[in-house]
Nanobody, 129 residues
Framework: QVQLVESGGGSVQAGGSLRLSCAVA????????LDWFRQAPWKEREVVAA????????YYGDSVKGRFSISQDNAKSTVYLQMNNLKPDDTALYYC??????????????????????WGQGTQVTVSS
């Protein structure tokens, strides 16, 4: 069982920065794949960034490459999303998602919502122009 609690959302002007946190409650943190998705009103859920627990490889959606950075603190069982140079199009509800166990072919599946079976409640990010 995995529980996820996001925090750090808020309102910021374009060009600003925010850091989201996702606290992960589980007994098997070392085997948890973690991803950030976002969803804006009237839009489909969009992948943002992911990190693999076995390789520490990171993955990013095209719209955030070069601006966002995913990282994790294993001692705190927390994954972070550092968001820089925010744009109004980044406005969305940001979700932390997790998948437990070994996922073969993760590099080809990291951006699928169906890969993840645990989801947080989300934290709102609003970027004004």
């Amino acid at each position: 069982q995995v529980q996820l609690v996001e925090s750090g959302g808020g309102s910021v002007q374009a060009g600003g920065s925010l850091r989201l946190s996702c606290a992960v409650a589980t007994s098997t943190y070392s085997n948890i794949y973690l991803d950030w998705f976002r969803q804006a009103p009237w839009k489909e859920r969009e992948v943002v960034a992911a990190i693999s627990p076995f390789t520490s490889n990171t993955y990013y959606g095209d719209s955030v490459k070069g601006r966002f950075s995913i990282s994790q603190d294993n001692a705190k069982s927390t994954v972070y999303l550092q968001m820089n140079n925010l744009k109004p199009d980044d406005t969305a509800l940001y979700y932390c998602a997790a998948a437990a166990g070994r996922i073969f072919g993760y590099a080809g599946r990291w951006n699928w919502p169906a890969t993840y079976n645990y989801w947080g409640q989300g934290t709102q990010v609003t970027v004004s122009s």
